[in-house]
């Protein structure tokens, strides 16, 4: 009976720990993040997970002419400095943070609406003997209300 | 002292055979709930001529190398509404999805596509400085919500929150964004990713039932409204691509078909774009995407997308 409590708190464990680092991961967006878009006013979308070091990920979306957006893309503090470009439907890097001090926003408009893509690095750590940090990477995106 | 350590527990896991099944049952566990995660991992010098965005859309989304996570974003409700208002829409209370059909959604497929749909419409009450119709809205938001189950999103104090700032603009459009993404997060962390989409598409549906509706049939060629409905071409794309995802449920499948369906008709739309050049203002530290863009749309093919909008509408609103 012992083993099966036992069993039953190791698997509430597992299953909660991930659970748990989302929430995190959620609190993370939503208090740290979300203050980087400020004049702009958060679109409401939730686009963040936990990557370790050395792992991408990408993001598509359609931006309209006419309005003015923020991209913030942010990482955890225990996380190296997030890379991240902005790439036109013809792979046409169109703005890299890196070429601007890893600035975690970036400001623009269009004259004509277009599909982009957002791609996004958590750069591998320096000393690869040690195990990879992992942590939270959220990717939100800010309006102007006119 | 590591050795020790797993020798001994080798030892441990050999001397119980309920050990080892708990192992497998932790490794099942384990396995669903990385499935579940929402982690999607997949495999797979311009000119000046002018690009067909179609070629483009569907290469674009499919081009995905290595990469641990994969986010289609599409436009929210919020921002679905401030589209619509800086395309020189008037307010219409009439074109909105009444609050009293907010007790006929029973579903997880209902209440999902008119949470979307409610939020739509509050963000778009809000924009006009619609005070009563905005309390309204958010309380059917709220409504939906809770019927999903989804925890605090909306509560008591939102709605309060609400009435205390109903004159300050920028208040409310935080408090729309912030219960959204109470929402959308909850859900994603609930591994209810399905869901999430659903409600997504029934913002965007609800988007562009009310731009379709807006539109002076008159004067097509220099209505605003159409070519914001003329690029949702764009982000249909995305929408095929984000309820891809969760196709296994049958909410999605459903939902998956009126999709395509209107798409077939956004596929005739074309648009053409030149290369983009980033160009940075100085002073402002605001970057320009300088591209112009052509695209058509007869006045038969205006009817047929906005017939189709109407009774996908229709249909999730009932």
Redesign the interface.
Known sequence: MK??IY?FI??LV??LV??NA??Q??GF??KICRMELVPY?????????I??EG??????????????YRIAICGSDNLPEIEFTIM?????V??SNKDNDYARV??????????L?I?VTVPPGGNEAEEPESGCVA?M?G?K?? | MRNIFKNHLLMKINSFPMFRYGLLLLAAIMFMASCSSGGKGKTGEPEEVVVDISQIDSDFLDDIGEVKKIFYSLPSPLETAMMIRSAGAVYNEDLLNSIDNASNYTTTKSMALNLGSYTCDLSFASLYDQTEASINYMNAAKKMADGLGILDAINDETIQRLEENINNRDIIMEIISDTFMNSSSYLQENNRANVAAIVLVGGWIEGLFLATQMVDEDSLDSSKLVNRIMDQKMSLEIVVKLLEESKDSPDVISVMEDVQNLKASFDKVTITTTPIEAELDEETNVTVLKSQTQSSLTPALFKEIRDKVVVIRNKYIS
Not at chain 1, 41 to 49: K, M, Q, V
Not at chain 1, 106 to 115: G, I, K, P, R
């Open positions: 083993r099966i069993l190791i698997s597992l299953v991930p659970l989302n929430a991961c959620k967006a939503k006013i958060h679109d409401g979308n939730y686009h963040a997970a990557l370790l792992e991408e990920a990408e993001l598509y979306k359609t931006f309209y002419s006419g309005q003015e036109d439907a013809n792979k046409n169109l703005y970036w400001d623009f408009n269009l004259e004509s609406s277009q599909q893509k791609a990717i995106f309006l209300v006119k």
